[in-house]
């Protein structure tokens, strides 16, 4: 079964500099991932997916991840951390036929 | 703007006390799904519905029951609910393509906060 593991429950990072959130994955065929993130009591927005398309993916609020197969990785990165960034972020990996499976996050502070 | 709604958004119950919370969305997606999120937890699949094909994961109490009367509404009732189900009750949707049941990205509601006293 496909599987996920985010290093890190908690990173910090000042504003204005690089985010970086790692998430490898598990999985016997190809998966899709996908980068979540969820603002408190709200629920999960999608930020980003990579589906066998490119291996850089560009979404929302300037996130960006690339798929690694060798190192079977997709870290989610931005280049200057924004206040509004603080969240909690989930990644996820799904294969044709089976359910989605998140991640336990990532909670990310942003320090002014 | 299609979306996926969730009524009530804080639902207070008591120990015991079936309690039953809604999910309606104007997708029109096939697949719908409730989760279970606990406090800096990931969500946990509690089942979906696939068309009108229900899947329950092997570890849901029983205590726990779905229905979907339409493609556009999902509810999930909690028959006698305990103090270790407080918790985010989140709907989700998805498209599902063809026999190989393909899942694509989901779409999340807000949630519902369930208290239970």
């Known amino acids: 079964a496909q599987s996920v593991t985010q290093l890190g429950s908690h990173v910090s990072v000042s504003e204005g500099a690089l985010v970086l959130l790692r998430c490898n994955y598990s999985?016997?065929?190809?998966?899709?991932l996908f980068w979540y993130v969820q603002y408190p009591n709200q629920g999960l927005q999608l930020l980003l997916k990579y589906t066998s398309a490119a291996t850089l993916v560009k979404g929302i609020n300037g996130f960006e991840a690339e798929f690694k197969k060798s190192e079977t990785s997709f870290h989610l990165t931005k280049p200057s951390a924004h206040m509004s960034d603080a969240a909690e972020y989930f990644c996820?990996?799904?294969?044709?036929?089976?359910?989605?499976?998140f991640g336990a996050g990532t909670r990310l502070t942003v320090k002014p | 703007d299609a979306m996926v709604i969730q009524n009530p958004r804080y639902q207070v119950t008591q120990f015991g006390k079936p309690v039953t919370l809604s999910c309606s969305q104007t997708?029109?997606?096939?697949?719908m799904y409730w989760y279970q999120q606990k406090s800096s937890q990931a969500p946990k699949l509690l089942f979906h519905y696939y068309d009108k094909d229900f899947n329950n994961e092997a570890d849901t109490p029983d205590n726990f029951q779905s229905r979907r009367p339409n493609t556009s509404f999902c509810f999930l009732d909690i028959r006698s609910p305990g103090l270790g189900d407080a918790a985010m009750y989140l709907c989700?949707?998805?498209?599902?393509?063809?026999?190989?049941?393909?899942?694509?990205?989901?779409?999340f509601g807000p949630g519902t906060r369930l208290t239970v006293l």
């Open positions: 996820a990996v799904s294969v044709p036929g089976n359910d989605m499976r």
């Open positions: 989700a949707t998805s498209k599902g393509q063809g026999t190989t049941r393909s899942y694509n990205e989901q779409f």
């Open positions: 999985s016997s065929v190809p998966p899709y």
């Open positions: 997708l029109n997606h096939n697949v």
